[in-house]
Every structure is written in C-alpha cells, then in structure tokens.
C-alpha cells in the first residue's frame, strides 16, 4: 500500500525531508505543503542577498520542485485532525496522512514594544526571517539614508553590514553590555564592535528600546536613556520563536519547541518534527545542519531505509557571514565550565582568540579577525582531537606543522574523517570518494555531495580537495 507521507513547510528541513524520501526506493506519495508562496530557498543566505552580494535565483534550493513530489506553496495549514489522520488548509482542503511531519520553523519575535503591532507593522519597521521581509528590507532601504537595526545578535550584525554595504550610516542598538552575548566573551564583543565601527556600523550598547514611532518617511526609536535615534528604517532583529501553533492546537506535547525523541517522533506515533519548530533533548537547534541532519535521520526511518537510525546532536560552531569581519565561535567559549584559558587580544587588527581546553581537548574557541588557524581550530574541536603542545599556534594563527594531533590545512594532510562541510556534515573521505566514483569537477562534486550548499562557507576548501586530486591525478598519468 501506497503511504502517505505530509510535511508541513516547505522551509530549510521540509523541502530537505522531500529531497531525502525522494532518493530513498519506496512506494510512497509525499505531499509538501508551504504557507509561503516562494519556491524553496536557502533562508541562510538571505543576508548575502541583503548586501547585495548574490541575486534571488541564487537562493533557490532546487531539491523541492518536480521530483516527483506533490509541492503546493502558498498553502498554510490551518489545523491537523489526529483522530482522522487529516491536515486543513487556509483554502479548506482536508488533506488526508498516515504520516505527518511538522517542520514548521520559526517566526521572527516582535518585541513588545508601544508603536509595534506585530500583525500591522508599519511598511519601514521589518523582521529579518523570509525572502519578503529581505525584500521589504531592501526597498525600505533604497534611498534611504540611515537604518537601525534592534538586536545585536548574529543575524542582527549580519542585516547591519548589509545595510551599511548597501551604503546607509547604520546603529545596532542592544540591549545587553556585549554583542552576540550568547557566543562571545565582553573582550570579543569589543573588538567586534571596533571592526564594525570600521566598516560603517556605530553600536549603542546596555541600552533597551523603549518605543516606535513610524511613518512612511522614517522611524524613531525611544530609548531608555531619554534618547532618540531617527532612521530610514528598522530592522527588528530580536531572535526568533519556534512555530508551534499547529502542534499545540493538536494537543501534541509542546515546551519550548514540538518535544521529540531521538528518531523525531513527537508523543504522537504517527507525527514527527524537524528542525527549528523541535525540540530534541530539552534542545532548541535554531540552526540549519540539525535541521538537515534531523531530515537525513527521519527519512531513514520513515523508509526503513535504516529502521536503527537515530538523531545525535553534533558540537556546534556559529560563524559571522558578513564581508570584512571573520569570526568563528563554538562550544562553551564564554566558560561556565571549569578549563584552561587562553586568550589572545589585538584590537588594533581587529583580532581575537580564546580557546577554552579541558583534559587536552579544546571545550570552547572564539577566533575573531584574520586567523589562519581557524580550519584547524574548527577540525580540532568538532573531532574532539587532543590538541597540539604548542597552543600559540592556534591562538596566534601561526602556520603549524603536520602532526598527527593537528589536522594541517593541505588536504593531503587532513583525515579522511575531517569535516569539511559544516552544514551537510560532509568529510573529506566523502568527497575523495565522490570524485574517485567520477565527479570531476566543483559543481560535480557538490551537486553529488551537497557538501557546500548551505552557508557556502567551505566552496574554497572543497575546490582546493578538487584541485588536489586533480594535481595527484595528473602526476600519476605523467608518470
Ligand atoms: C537571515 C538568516 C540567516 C541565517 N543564517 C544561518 C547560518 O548562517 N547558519 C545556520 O545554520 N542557520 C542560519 N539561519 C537559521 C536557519 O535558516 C534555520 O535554522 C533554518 O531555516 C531552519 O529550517 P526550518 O525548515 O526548520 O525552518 P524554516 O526555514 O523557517 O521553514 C519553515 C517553513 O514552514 C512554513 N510554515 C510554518 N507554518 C506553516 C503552516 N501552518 N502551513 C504551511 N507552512 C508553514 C514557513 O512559512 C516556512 O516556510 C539563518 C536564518 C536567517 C533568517
């Protein structure tokens, strides 16, 4: 018998889920159904679309369309009916299951602030979360001279050198001592701060909104302090809320996200959740290699492709997609935990390194400015290799010798295990294996692989293991 497999957003980790149960055998019809009306896109590449550094089409993610798979976009699910295993939608349709999967993601918050009703937002105050908002962003932006961006968080630093890219004198207001508190100590938020001040972006720190006033000319922003600060527009970048309106309406079991186990079921056999609408091990990932890494899990279980399979959360690491300023953060670098310390600070050149050890094993890194290391530091940590004696290597960023604890940058050097690919949790054995079996090329490899389809982060790398294979390839024949 045919099953009926629904998922419910077409975001990030539904239109992954489609790709996933499509390259799997199997009699089974998927049904995709997306409330906005785009295509799939790459929601993380949004703020490079912001500074105008790429296009819409290079957004698309092409795995949802075709296929194979009954795609609607334009079409909210207003409720599920788990007693006749049924979806609704906005235009009436019951839309029957035997599996249904919530991969609804998140929603942009709107803080509770006077002047701001998060169903009426006036046309120059926008969140930063969908391919609208970006573009409301970028026509708000265009002739206007300055903006303001609330929250100076990861995504919010991101929007504010968009911004001030797309030329507008740009203020993050936060309302903490630090930026990205979450991922960085007070030292890092300064020097980060003096980076952005050198790349157009004034930081107002300790300081909480207290309220709007807009129009279609321009926004006041009312601060605690008494002051005002006027723009063109407001980018409100103040986190996000998981989007669990459906599960809880269900009666599925709902804390902070849709509450899952280890093979993403919610307490409802017949009912799983991905990505940032889910909540795994009292967990929130809010990030999109779980959110991939979750779809790749449930889609072996769901076709019995790997009926054992079960989702493991990986070490994560946050990095800054902002042109001029290099930042990676991971683990526990702001040190609630007991471990080693070290910390190197050169505000002048904008550069900034802790990494955090415990039993030679590195529990937490920031690296901020030009660290050549920072591959290295990253492997070292996601590996959970010891690492090397002389630690200034990997605080400095000096170029560091080929020993068996510290991965080098050469890919003849690397392990095969390394992860080169953060996002498609994609290694470096996975790729020579791609091109040995006939990928040739960049785009080759990457279309087999995945491996550089998410922040994109990594292309450099993944051509540079090309080219290597390439070169060796080439010595062989010679020979
Ligand atoms: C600007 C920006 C930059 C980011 N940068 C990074 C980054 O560098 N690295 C990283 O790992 N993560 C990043 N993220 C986070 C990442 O995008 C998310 O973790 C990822 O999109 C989660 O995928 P998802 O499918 O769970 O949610 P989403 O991608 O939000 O998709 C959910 C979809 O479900 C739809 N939906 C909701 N309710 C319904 C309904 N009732 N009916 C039908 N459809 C519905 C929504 O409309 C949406 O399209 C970024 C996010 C943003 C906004």
Same mark, same amino acid.
């Given at each position: 018998?045919?099953?009926?497999?629904?998922?419910?957003?077409?975001?990030?980790?539904?239109?992954?889920?489609?790709?996933?149960?499509?390259?799997?055998?199997?009699?089974?019809?998927?049904?995709?159904?997306?409330?906005?009306?785009?295509?799939?896109?790459?929601?993380?590449?949004?703020?490079?679309?912001?500074?105008?550094?790429?296009?819409?089409?290079?957004?698309?993610?092409?795995?949802?369309?075709?296929?194979?798979?009954?795609?609607?976009?334009?079409?909210?699910?207003?409720?599920?009916?788990?007693?006749?295993?049924?979806?609704?939608?906005?235009?009436?349709?019951?839309?029957?299951?035997?599996?249904?999967?919530?991969?609804?993601?998140?929603?942009?918050?709107?803080?509770?602030?006077?002047?701001?009703?998060?169903?009426?937002?006036?046309?120059? #105050? %926008?969140?930063? +979360?969908?391919?609208? &908002?970006? =573009?409301? /962003?970028? @026509?708000?932006? $265009?002739? *206007?001279?300055?903006?303001?961006?609330?929250?100076?968080?990861?995504?919010?630093?991101?929007?504010?050198?968009?911004?001030?890219?797309?030329?507008?004198?740009?203020?993050?207001?936060?309302?903490?001592?630090?930026?990205?508190?979450?991922?960085?100590?007070?030292?890092?938020?300064?020097?980060?701060?003096?980076?952005?001040?050198?790349?157009?972006?004034?930081?107002?720190?300790?300081?909480?909104?207290?309220?709007?006033?807009?129009?279609?000319?321009?926004?006041?922003?009312?601060?605690?302090?008494?002051?005002?600060?006027?723009?063109?527009?407001?980018?409100?970048?103040?986190?996000?809320?998981?989007?669990?309106?459906?599960?809880?309406?269900?009666?599925?079991?709902?804390?902070?996200?849709? #509450? %899952?186990?280890? +093979?993403?079921?919610? &307490?409802? =056999?017949? /009912?799983? @959740?991905?990505? $940032?609408? *889910?909540?795994?091990?009292?967990?929130?990932?809010?990030?999109?290699?779980?959110?991939?890494?979750?779809?790749?899990?449930?889609?072996?279980?769901?076709?019995?492709?790997?009926?054992?399979?079960?989702?493991?959360?990986?070490?994560?690491?946050?990095?800054?997609?902002?042109?001029?300023?290099?930042?990676?953060?991971?683990?526990?670098?702001?040190?609630?935990?007991?471990?080693?310390?070290?910390?190197?600070?050169?505000?002048?050149?904008?550069?900034?390194?802790?990494?955090?050890?415990?039993?030679?094993?590195?529990?937490?890194?920031?690296?901020?400015?030009?660290?050549?290391?920072?591959?290295?530091?990253?492997?070292?940590?996601?590996?959970?290799?010891?690492?090397?004696?002389?630690?200034?290597?990997?605080?400095?960023?000096?170029?560091?010798?080929?020993?068996?604890?510290?991965?080098?940058?050469?890919? *003849?050097?690397?392990?095969?295990?390394?992860?080169?690919?953060?996002?498609?949790?994609?290694?470096?054995?996975?790729?020579?294996?791609?091109?040995?079996?006939?990928?040739?090329?960049?785009?080759?490899?990457?279309?087999?692989?995945?491996?550089?389809?998410?922040?994109?982060?990594?292309?450099?790398?993944?051509?540079?293991?090309?080219?290597?294979?390439?070169?060796?390839?080439?010595?062989?024949?010679?020979?």
């Amino acid at each position: 018998m045919t099953t009926r497999i629904v998922i419910i957003g077409n975001g990030m980790a539904g239109a992954r889920l489609a790709g996933e149960l499509h390259a799997r055998e199997g009699d089974r019809k998927v049904t995709v159904l997306g409330a906005e009306p785009h295509r799939a896109y790459n929601r993380i590449m949004l703020s490079t679309l912001l500074a105008g550094r790429i296009g819409e089409p290079d957004v698309e993610l092409t795995e949802a369309a075709g296929h194979g798979i009954d795609l609607r976009t334009g079409v909210p699910v207003t409720a599920v009916d788990r007693p006749a295993r049924e979806v609704r939608t906005a235009d009436g349709e019951r839309i029957p299951y035997d599996h249904l999967v919530l991969a609804t993601g998140a929603r942009a918050v709107v803080p509770p602030l006077p002047g701001l009703d998060p169903a009426d937002l006036p046309r120059r #105050v %926008v969140p930063f +979360r969908t391919l609208d &908002d970006c =573009r409301r /962003i970028i @026509a708000a932006a $265009d002739g *206007a001279r300055s903006a303001l961006v609330l929250g100076g968080g990861l995504l919010g630093l991101e929007a504010a050198r968009g911004l001030a890219t797309r030329g507008l004198t740009t203020t993050v207001v936060h309302h903490t001592e630090h930026l990205m508190e979450r991922q960085l100590d007070p030292a890092a938020g300064a020097v980060l701060a003096g980076t952005l001040a050198g790349l157009g972006v004034t930081v107002q720190l300790a300081v909480p909104a207290t309220g709007v006033v807009a129009d279609d000319t321009g926004v006041r922003l009312d601060l605690a302090d008494g002051r005002s600060l006027r723009a063109g527009l407001l980018v409100l970048s103040c986190g996000v809320r998981p989007d669990t309106v459906l599960a809880r309406a269900a009666g599925l079991t709902v804390r902070r996200g849709v #509450v %899952v186990d280890d +093979r993403l079921r919610t &307490d409802d =056999r017949n /009912i799983s @959740a991905i990505g $940032d609408c *889910a909540e795994h091990d009292d967990a929130l990932t809010g990030l999109v290699a779980p959110a991939w890494a979750q779809a790749r899990v449930l889609a072996d279980v769901l076709t019995g492709t790997d009926p054992l399979a079960r989702y493991r959360p990986r070490p994560v690491v946050t990095r800054l997609k902002a042109a001029g300023i290099d930042l990676a953060a991971m683990g526990d670098a702001v040190g609630g935990e007991p471990g080693e310390e070290l910390t190197f600070t050169d505000p002048a050149r904008g550069t900034y390194a802790r990494l955090r050890i415990r039993d030679e094993r590195l529990i937490g890194a920031i690296l901020l400015g030009d660290n050549p290391a920072v591959g290295t530091v990253i492997q070292l940590f996601d590996r959970g290799h010891p690492v090397p004696a002389d630690r200034r290597a990997l605080l400095l960023g000096r170029a560091l010798g080929a020993t068996a604890a510290a991965p080098a940058a050469s890919p *003849a050097l690397m392990p095969d295990a390394a992860t080169v690919c953060q996002c498609n949790a994609v290694t470096k054995g996975a790729l020579v294996r791609c091109w040995r079996s006939g990928a040739r090329t960049v785009d080759a490899v990457v279309a087999a692989t995945r491996a550089g389809t998410g922040c994109g982060g990594c292309r450099d790398a993944v051509g540079g293991i090309v080219d290597w294979l390439s070169e060796a390839e080439s010595v062989e024949v010679t020979r």
